[in-house]
C-alpha cells in the first residue's frame, strides 16, 4: 500500500475521494492504514445525496449547490495542500465523470459546443464483429450526445479543482518539489460500435490520459 510505505518515509498523506468499489466491504467506518487524513465515499458515491467517511466519522450530505462533490472534495484537498506538513502525498479521487452526468448547477447549462459523432458510432453493420456486438441493440443518438455534453459539464468542475490544487501549490511555494500526476482508471464508450459502456475491447474504453508534471524536467526544457 503506498500510503503505508510513504508514511513510513515520513510522508503526511491523505485520500480525499473514491476508494475502491465495494468500500468498506463491510468493516464499518474502518480507515485503511497509512492515511493521516481519509475523506472518502461511504458504499454509494454520487454528486448529492451521498456520505464520506472523514477519518473514521461518517458525515452525509444533501442536495443543495454547496453539497456537489467535486466541489466538496476539492475545498478537502486545498485545505489538507495548505495544512499539511512536508513531505506530503495527497491522492485526489472525485466521482466525476461516472455516470449518473449530473453537472454543478453553475455548469448545468454551459455551451460545451458540438459533440462529436464518430464513424463507428451506432453501427448499422456489424457482421464483422464478434457475437456480443452482433447481440446490441443500436443506441439512441440523442441520449449518448446528452450523456457526453453532461460528461464534459461535469469535467469543467474537475478542471476548476485542479486549477485551484495547483494554484495552493504555488502559494505554499512547493511546487519545484512536487510531483503532480494526472490519470484516470478508464475511459467510457458512448455507443461507438453500438457499445455503452467502459469495459470493451476497443479504443474507446481504453483510451486514458496521463499527464505529469516534473519539475526536474520542466526546468530542463
Known amino acids: 500500500n503506498i500510503a503505508v510505505w510513504l508514511k513510513g518515509a515520513g510522508y503526511n498523506t491523505a485520500l480525499i475521494g473514491k476508494y475502491l468499489n465495494g468500500y468498506p466491504f463491510g468493516r464499518g467506518n474502518n480507515v485503511p492504514p497509512g492515511w493521516d487524513y481519509w475523506q472518502a465515499f461511504n458504499s454509494n458515491p454520487n454528486y448529492y445525496n451521498y456520505v464520506l467517511n472523514q477519518n473514521g466519522s461518517l458525515i ?21 495542500i495548505e495544512t499539511a506538513s512536508q513531505p506530503f ?3 485526489f479521487a472525485p466521482y466525476a465523470s461516472h455516470g449518473p452526468f449530473t453537472p454543478a448547477t453553475k455548469y448545468k447549462n454551459t455551451d460545451v459546443g458540438a459533440m462529436p459523432v464518430f464513424p463507428n458510432f451506432n453501427e448499422a453493420d456489424v457482421s464483422d464483429k464478434p ?25 469543467r468542475s474537475v478542471d476548476d479543482a485542479i486549477k485551484d490544487i495547483v494554484a495552493t501549490l504555488v502559494s505554499k511555494g512547493v511546487t519545484d518539489n512536487t510531483v503532480i500526476i494526472y490519470m484516470t482508471d478508464n475511459s467510457y464508450s458512448h455507443g461507438e460500435h453500438r457499445v455503452e459502456k467502459k469495459w470493451c475491447e476497443y479504443e474507446e474504453c481504453t483510451r486514458t490520459p496521463l499527464l505529469i508534471r516534473y519539475p526536474a524536467g520542466s526546468a530542463r526544457q
Open 60 to 80: 452525509n450530505y444533501g442536495a443543495t449547490d454547496a453539497d456537489y462533490s467535486t466541489d466538496v472534495l476539492a475545498r478537502s484537498a486545498l485545505t489538507f
Open 131 to 155: 457475437t456480443w456486438v452482433k447481440n446490441l441493440p443500436l443506441l439512441n443518438q440523442t441520449t449518448m450526445e446528452n450523456n457526453r455534453r453532461n460528461q464534459y459539464r461535469m469535467l
Open 89 to 91: 502525498f495527497l491522492y
